[in-house]
Nanobody, 130 residues
Framework: VNPVERGGGEAQPGDSLRLSCAAS????????VAWFRQAPGKVREFLAG??????????SPKGSLKGRFTISKSADLNTVYLQMNNLNSEDTAVYSC??????????????????????WGKGTPVTVSS
């Protein structure tokens, strides 16, 4: 599976953006997906993950992210979204989605799901500035 991210771009502080992640030639229908980001000069960080059926989600415990980012899957399970609200300059980064092996029904926590990601997209840049 080959994840592809869309929706990045420029935003002003306080704006919202919605990123999407889809795949080809196989769809994301049976894959758990997670969103990550990597800011310039920083290590990649996990943001959120969602199981293949969309009923279970996992979020980074980082305080600055709580309540602002929401992960979801489309009704046909083929697209994963990351809704980002109240953006600030610290959200400037390249955002990537990744998928796991597929058909995994359970992950213990956000650590386990992020470690399970093996198929990576190339990322989409998000720049937040006034």
């Amino acid at each position: 599976v080959n994840p592809v991210e869309r929706g990045g771009g420029e935003a002003q502080p306080g704006d919202s953006l919605r990123l999407s992640c889809a795949a080809s030639p196989r769809t994301l229908e049976t894959y758990a997906v997670a969103w990550f980001r990597q800011a310039p000069g920083k290590v990649r960080e996990f943001l959120a993950g969602i199981l293949w059926h969309g009923a279970e989600t996992y979020y980074s415990p980082k305080g600055s992210l709580k309540g602002r980012f929401t992960i979801s899957k489309s009704a046909d399970l083929n697209t994963v979204y990351l809704q980002m609200n109240n953006l600030n300059s610290e959200d400037t980064a390249v955002y990537s989605c990744a998928a796991d092996l597929g058909r995994q029904t359970y992950y213990e926590d956000f650590v386990e799901i992020q470690n399970a990601m093996i198929y990576w997209g190339k990322g989409t840049p998000v720049t937040v500035s006034s």
